[in-house]
T-cell receptor, first 111, second 119 residues
Framework: ELKVEQNPLFLSMQEGKNYTIYCNYS?????LYWYRQDPGKSLESLFV???NGAVKQEGRLMASLDTKARLSTLHITAAVHDLSATYFC???????????WGAGTKLIIKP | GAVVSQHPSWVICKSGTSVKIECRSL??????MFWYRQFPKQSLMLMAT?????????EQGVEKDKFLINHASLTLSTLTVTSAHPEDSSFYIC???????????????FGPGTRLTVT
């Protein structure tokens, strides 16, 4: 069974701190995606990671991919309140854009 | 950038009625669109893949006769929830792949979602 596991599922942290969200998946996948969702809203694409060792950064967010370990991380540096949201990772094991999603990590950043 | 719209953004209907949700790609052609549902505080579940000009392919456990999908043009896919019941209440999100991507060939673009409440 294909599984995508995120942890933690809930994270409350103070502004200015660093933290990492982990995404493990159970099958090979050429692509891994990170999305952000605000309450009641749709998905905002953050990163698409396509190869082993890929690292992408945008502002305070940095994502990496280790295809051998089947692990991706989303690192938050010096968190700010505006980053509060739910973050999802998703994989595309058959390379057909039919994504398998993690459960999401709800991130709350307190001022 | 690529924009996907959904209509309506929210709808309340009575049990037993049918509801149609539209998904449009506004500035690109989409030969493939996807329909997801999301329960409160849960992840997304792929329901079906909608292909322009052909029948949709449904994920295991999704009732084809209940969730009718039509992809009649390169910019429009519709999801009709037939004989809706309270358990069909959910957030329905569509996404679309650009048939001719100039940038970001691995992306799919998500609509804003439709919140369906069946009373």
């Amino acid at each position: 069974e294909l599984k995508v596991e995120q942890n933690p599922l809930f994270l409350s942290m103070q502004e200015g701190k660093n933290y990492t969200i982990y995404c493990n998946y159970s099958t090979t996948s050429d692509r891994l995606y990170w999305y952000r969702q605000d309450p009641g809203k749709s998905l905002e694409s953050l990163f698409v990671l396509l190869s082993n060792g890929a690292v992408k950064q945008e502002g305070r967010l940095m994502a990496s991919l280790d295809t051998k370990a089947r692990l991706s991380t989303l690192h938050i540096t010096a968190a700010v309140h505006d980053l509060s949201a739910t973050y999802f990772c998703a994989v595309d094991p058959d390379s057909n854009y039919q994504l398998i999603w993690g459960a999401g990590t709800k991130l709350i950043i307190k001022p | 950038g690529a924009v996907v719209s959904q209509h309506p953004s929210w709808v309340i209907c009575k049990s037993g009625t049918s509801v149609k949700i539209e998904c449009r790609s506004l500035d690109f052609q989409a030969t493939t669109m996807f329909w997801y549902r999301q329960f409160p505080k849960q992840s997304l579940m792929l329901m079906a893949t909608s292909n322009e000009g052909s029948k949709a392919t449904y994920e295991q456990g999704v009732e084809k006769d209940k969730f009718l999908i039509n992809h009649a043009s390169l910019t429009l896919s519709t999801l009709t929830v037939t004989s809706a019941h309270p358990e069909d209440s959910s957030f329905y999100i569509c996404s679309a792949r650009d048939a001719f991507p100039q940038e970001n060939p691995y992306e799919q673009y998500f609509g804003p979602g439709t919140r369906l409440t069946v009373t």
